[in-house]
């Protein structure tokens, strides 16, 4: 009867100490998860590479105390929306908007509790997205990287790298609100200086090909594309096409010159991404993002293509090579 007894006592406290580690694991808290949506392409792998580094500077790796789920809109912006319900349903701690206004513009729409940091290149305050910059209010934090002020700082370097331009091209998304304002901005600051400046729309794939045909045929002297997503995407059509037509063109983003793009000139998208992780990671120990200014740009990139710059018969200003931040020889 004792034996019994003693082995009833042991089947039971070997049952609990069977069940104790699963008891511990069961009241372990559950790592956050980020909600990561981007009108750009997974194969651009360096907007998340740059977010996680933020992450990570902040306390925070993915795959060990934060998970992050990607959406990618591989640059059709119509698939956005839908990405952003998707997340809010499965009730991510933060929503990171990356690349592009109609990225953030989604995710605003999708929810008004959880919180959003973005990284974006037109003005978040004019495009509807915070209130001010110093207290964005709301649940919508983020960075800018005012690519649209820069428009007529590319200009002046395109005019240094082809003085006798006098005919140009400018290069716009009439569906982009950001690259309509740039292009007409662009435009504004080439016929002040007494430059002709057409505008050339471009708004799907199919007519990227069709543009330069009209470059070619107003005899345009070299070209600017204006900041939006949707060109990145088309770099490398663009990139041959002004090869193959032999037209300068200054762009927005040093990815279109690391694609044998001539030259481009703006705020460093990669510090922006990264400056998005370090938000986020804020955001995940307790910070309101209404409370949290947004970021302006610190860093700004001026990147020249010198074996584009040969094949196009153009002799690189030794002032502007100085000047440049990365040369791809």
Do not use: C
């Not at 109609?102 to 974006?120: E, L």
């Not at 700082?153 to 950001?178: G, H, M, Q, W």
């Not at 471009?202 to 990227?208: I, L, M, N, P, Y």
């Amino acid at each position: 009867m004792l034996d019994m007894r003693r082995r009833e006592v042991i089947g039971l406290l070997g049952g609990a100490a069977a069940a104790w580690p699963l008891a511990a694991r069961a009241q372990q808290p559950a790592i956050p998860v980020i909600g990561f949506i981007s009108g750009r392409s997974s194969g651009d792998s360096e907007a998340a590479t740059a977010f996680r580094r933020g992450l990570t500077e902040t306390g925070f790796t993915e795959g060990r105390n934060v998970s992050i789920e990607y959406r990618w809109a591989e640059y059709h912006n119509e698939r956005l929306p839908a990405m952003a319900a998707d997340l809010v349903r499965l009730k991510v701690a933060v929503i990171a908007a990356i690349g592009g206004t109609p990225t953030v513009v989604a995710a605003k729409a999708a929810t008004t509790t959880i919180p959003i940091v973005f990284a974006m290149g037109s003005d978040p305050v004019t495009s509807g997205v915070v209130t001010t910059l110093n207290q964005p209010g709301g649940n919508v934090t983020g960075v800018t990287f005012f690519t649209v002020p820069l428009g007529s700082k590319r200009l002046e370097f395109l005019r240094d790298f082809v003085p006798k331009a006098t005919n140009i091209a400018v290069l716009a998304n009439p569906e982009s609100a950001t690259s309509r304002t740039d292009g007409a901005n662009v435009r504004a600051a080439a016929q002040s200086v007494g430059l002709q400046a057409h505008l050339i729309n471009v708004s799907a794939e199919g007519q990227v090909e069709a543009a330069f045909k009209v470059a070619v045929d107003r005899r345009i002297d070299a070209l600017l594309v204006t900041t939006d997503v949707f060109f990145i995407g088309q770099r490398q059509q663009l990139v041959a096409l002004a090869a193959r037509h032999a037209i300068p063109v200054v762009y927005w983003a040093r990815e279109f010159v690391v694609a044998g793009g001539l030259m481009s000139y703006g705020a460093s998208e990669t510090d922006a991404f990264r400056s998005a992780g370090v938000y986020v990671a804020k955001v995940l120990n307790g910070a309101r993002p209404g409370d949290l200014p947004v970021m302006l740009p610190t860093k700004f990139e001026l990147a020249i293509n010198l074996k584009t710059a040969k094949a196009l018969g153009l002799d690189v200003p030794p002032t502007l090579l100085a000047t440049a931040d990365e040369v791809i020889e």
